[in-house]
Structures are given as C-alpha cells and as structure tokens.
C-alpha cells in the first residue's frame, strides 16, 4: 500500500515518527564534493596570515573539509557556531590530516588537537568555544603557536 496525500497529512499531524515510518530517509551528508565556494575571512596568528574559508551554517559547518584531498597550507576553515559550547569533531570522510584549534571568541587557542584522516575519534575543546580553525596538520607547531597563543582577525573583535 502506498501512503496518499491524507495518510501523510494525518502522519503529520500525528507527529515525525509517523511519518518516518512513511517516508525513506536520506543520508545525513549527500553531497560527497568538497565545499570551495564559502565566505572568507583572513586571519593572523603573530605575522603568519590565514585565508579562512567560514563554515558558518549547520550544513557548512556539517560538511566542512570532507571530501578534501588537498589544501593550500595558508588555508584553513573557520568553522563560527552561533552559542558557546563544548564543540567535538571527527574527521569522516575528511582525507586530510588537520589540527583543530580551539578558539575563544578573544582569538586564545583553548587548546589544539591533531587529528588522523577518516577517522571518528572525537576531539573536544576543553573549555566552551565559539570558533574552531582547522589547518593542515602541523601548521600551528611548525609556527610555535600553542595553547595560550592569540589569534586576531574580524570574528574574534567582534561584538556579541
């Protein structure tokens, strides 16, 4: 049997568990090409300078460099949530080998975390954070730049 128009009318009504056992689901990520297109926004960390692409919408912000094979070492995602919180990343489907920096909404590195392509070990900020920068893994050690280092640039002067 095949649901009508009135069958899923009422299954909305009846709430989304009813319609879930209506309707197939769809993948939580479809899109399986890097995303290259985002807003941009430079950075500075002492004199070295970022070009940060912003993911700055859940979908941005779910994708973000998944699917990339390759990155420019002056790049990097900005990835800008709209509350401070405790943000956690893996690296599904992200074939590069990045370092998350965990930043305070002043441009302090919370803390860094390296992170190995593919995998879907979580690494946390150990404080709440609005912002997290990924880069090329090593980008930040090979410039002394640490926990405690300040990162300067638009999203970290301004107001909220």
Known sequence: MHPTPSMLRFALL??????SLL???????AQQAPQLD???TEITAGMHRIDAQVAATARQRE????????????????FAFPE??????????TPLALTAAF???DGRIVNLANMQPHSEESHCSSEPVRY????NQGWFAKRGLKAG????GAPFGAPR
């Open 149 to 152: 280092s300040k990162l300067a």
């Open 103 to 105: 930043v305070a909404d």
């Open 38 to 40: 985002l807003p941009r």
């Open 14 to 19: 009846q709430g989304g568990l009813a319609l």
């Open 23 to 29: 309707l197939p689901t769809a993948p939580a990520v």
């Open 132 to 135: 997290v920068l990924e880069m």
């Open 84 to 93: 401070l919180g405790v943000q956690c990343f893996w690296m599904k489907n």
């Open 63 to 78: 994708i973000g460099l998944m699917y990339r094979r390759e990155m420019p070492a002056h790049e990097g995602m900005l």
